[in-house]
């Protein structure tokens, strides 16, 4: 992205301290282990790839939808 | 459906019970993620790191943690991941009976993956189970740790 990438966005994410507890999913064509390795560095929940052709997206959105009916968001 | 490599579960779980009740969903679900145990925060680094006779768990791997164990808590093993150079950008999911907010902020404050409630009964416990089984098959792994040793 433009202006301020995923990785600098998520390093300002985790350095700011009302945020630095959200949880991420990175969604992106990059299929590089460096972009996998630093994502995690930053504790992402998950990195997902936008490239999964038809049923690898579908079972990426499905395993989202699947995921906010059963995880515990902290209520603060 | 197989995933490649298959990603190695890491239950840390004092509770024999609730050993069992994870592992038997998971069989219902036909997952057939292997799955390691470990009684506590202490024995899952260990497990992790490859110490006290145990071979390091390979890689890919996610943890599902309890909170309430003996030794080390599962609020102490998140903080002690964290802060280990090879471990920390581990993926972790708390398995958990409290629905105390505390310990959510305390866990999503280590940057857990998600926070699952263990005493979410049928339906709702197996729908949380199917949601890791997707996890494991849609989500590209850490492979290493920025930090590990590169191999030759």
């Known amino acids: 992205m433009p202006r301020m990438n995923g990785i600098q966005f998520l390093k300002e994410l985790r350095g700011d301290p009302r945020l630095s507890d959200s949880v991420v999913f990175v969604l992106t064509t990059s299929d590089h282990d460096e972009d996998k390795e630093s994502a995690y560095e930053h504790n992402v929940a998950g990195y997902l790839l936008k490239s999964g052709i038809g049923n690898d997206f579908m079972t990426a959105i499905r395993m989202l939808d699947s995921y906010m009916d059963s995880i515990q968001f902290p209520a603060k | 459906m197989p995933s490649f490599p298959e990603v190695n579960i890491l239950l840390v779980e004092d509770d024999e019970i609730d050993v069992r009740s994870v592992k038997r969903a998971f069989q219902t679900q036909k997952i057939a993620n292997p799955i390691f145990q470990a009684s506590d925060g202490v024995e899952a680094l260990e497990m992790?790191?490859?110490?006290?006779?145990?071979?390091?768990?390979?890689?890919?791997?996610?943890?599902?943690?309890?909170?309430?164990?003996?030794?080390?808590?599962?609020?102490?093993?998140?903080?002690?991941?964290r802060a280990d150079t090879e471990l920390h950008d581990s993926i972790v999911f708390v398995l958990t009976t409290s629905d105390d907010d505390r310990d959510k902020v305390a866990a999503y404050e280590k940057n857990v993956a998600g926070y699952l409630l263990k005493q979410d009964v049928g339906d709702d416990f197996m729908n949380a189970i199917r949601m890791l089984d997707y996890f494991t098959i849609s989500v590209q792994f850490p492979l290493k740790s920025v930090n590990a040793a590169t191999t030759a």
């Open chain 2, 48 to 81: 992790l790191r490859g110490e006290a006779g145990h071979a390091p768990l390979p890689r890919p791997y996610l943890i599902l943690l309890d909170l309430k164990m003996p030794r080390m808590n599962g609020i102490q093993f998140l903080h002690e991941i």
